[in-house]
């Protein structure tokens, strides 16, 4: 079973996918459950504490917006667990938003920077297209299962 970062990280249909294929998803939404069950945790709605932009300073440096260091530091340590990731670009809001340019372009970086398997996925925009989408994806999770990306 491999660990699969997914991006957009807040997508529950890539989650879904990785889940059912055998992996564990590494996308935002466990991260950010864990951070705000936190004891001691009692900044909602902002769902950030005076650290987290300090723990971002690993992944962003001091002169970005703290909302990115703030970002970072849920993706960052991710992105470090992760064996392999999937990117889908150009994708639907209602597939999964990042909400942040700059914090987008740094994960896709460190992604690569890792050099780990990645497959770099189209978002699709017919059924047919829909259909080679997961294909790829399964196909993708398969070859990880057998150790050969």
């Known amino acids: 079973m491999a660990k699969v970062f997914i991006y957009p990280a807040t997508s ?5 996918l990785v889940a059912r294929f ?6 935002s ?13 009692e900044s909602p709605p902002l769902q950030m504490t005076p650290d987290d932009p300090k723990k971002g300073l690993k992944y962003a440096a001091v002169e970005v917006p703290s909302g990115v260091r703030g970002r970072m530091s ?3 340590p991710l992105i470090e667990d992760a064996d392999a990731a ?3 670009n150009d994708s639907d809001y209602a597939f999964g938003c990042m909400g942040c340019a700059r914090t987008n372009e740094l994960v896709k970086f460190l992604i690569k920077e890792r050099k780990m398997p990645i497959i770099e996925l189209l978002y699709p925009s017919t059924e047919e297209e829909g259909v ?6 399964r196909s993708f999770l398969d070859s990880l299962k057998d150790g050969s990306p």
């Open 132 to 137: 080679t989408f997961v294909r790829s994806i």
């Open 12 to 16: 529950l249909m890539l989650s879904d």
């Open 22 to 27: 055998g992996h564990k998803p590494l996308g």
């Open 86 to 88: 999937i990117i889908v």
């Open 74 to 76: 849920l993706y960052g």
């Open 29 to 41: 939404a466990i991260s950010v459950r864990d951070h705000i069950q936190t004891a001691g945790f």
